[in-house]
């Protein structure tokens, strides 16, 4: 089995900094790329920042120049800095795996449960 766990979401006031972590573990044979989303309450997922699979990275415009997405492949872990946070930034945030088990020869996505952040006003 393959587990994404997320962590480090809470409260913070608006401006200030979060910095979340999602950790995918179990039978992995290759995790091709990670990928943070998040999805504000009654609104639709959306793309945060990750990797692409050639070890780039790519931003929605929102995080461009405020959040820094970063890894370790050593220990298959993923990590989102959010600086000068807004209140409407608060959602829960969820992290996705692209990754091949070792149960199989092809690639799925993987998901964490999500990190709740709230940014208060």
């Known amino acids: 089995q393959v587990q994404v766990v997320e962590s480090g979401g809470g409260l913070v006031e608006t401006g200030g900094s979060l910095r979340l972590s999602c950790v995918a573990s179990?039978?992995?044979?290759?995790?091709?790329?990670m990928k943070w989303y998040r999805q504000p309450p009654g609104q639709q997922r959306e793309l945060v920042a990750g990797?692409?699979?050639?070890?780039?990275?790519n931003y929605a415009d929102f995080a461009q120049g405020r959040f820094t997405v970063s890894r370790n492949d050593a220990n298959n872990t993923l990590y989102l800095q959010m600086n000068s946070l807004k209140p409407e930034e608060s959602a829960v945030y969820f992290c996705?795996?692209?990754?091949?088990?070792?149960?199989?020869?092809?690639?799925?996505?993987?998901w964490g449960q999500g990190t709740q952040v709230t940014v208060s006003s």
């Open positions: 179990g039978n992995i044979y290759r995790i091709n790329y």
């Open positions: 990797f692409t699979s050639d070890g780039s990275t």
């Open positions: 996705k795996a692209f990754l091949i088990p070792r149960s199989s020869w092809h690639s799925f996505d993987y």
